[in-house]
């Protein structure tokens, strides 16, 4: 079952906001964590998707467009979660995003820019609105990354 990408990027932001930085995500951060999240995903679940929507390669990195649109007017701030949190449906999908979150969540929103920008999955994409990242892409780079 592939879940709201909405209720995915608040989850990114909770766990986020909950670590001992206290430090809150930027949009920017929390577009490529979300293609973290979903690139892991879709290598360890043999291509089921976190979520539906799209990731897109844009100039700055990955983005699902609707989330970008969502928080476009918060600039480099730190976002903040809004009402509950979901859990996800297995112990196995929780621990991924537990796992992916403290491994890729150490990372500032540059940081994470600059490591997405050297893989395969962005580099073998047009760079532009609407050139979407495929799945099958993201999944193949990703399985190699889980070995």
Known sequence: ?????????????????????????SNMKLQKLLYYQQGFH???FS????????????MYGPVVPSIYEKYKTEGSNGL????????????REEALFNEVMRVYG??????LMNLTHSESPWK????GVGN????????NFFKKKLK
């Open 106 to 111: 150490e990372f500032s929103a540059i940081g």
């Open 132 to 139: 979407e990242i495929s799945k099958d892409k993201m999944m």
């Open 47 to 58: 291509g089921k998707p976190l979520f539906e929507e799209n990731i897109e390669a844009w």
């Open 1 to 25: 079952m592939a879940y709201k990408v909405l209720d995915i990027a608040n989850k990114i932001i909770k766990i986020a906001s909950d670590n001992d930085a206290g430090e809150l995500v």
């Open 80 to 91: 903040n979660y809004e009402g509950d949190v979901i859990i996800l449906s297995s112990k």
């Open 42 to 44: 879709l290598a360890y």
């Open 124 to 127: 073998e994409t047009s760079i």
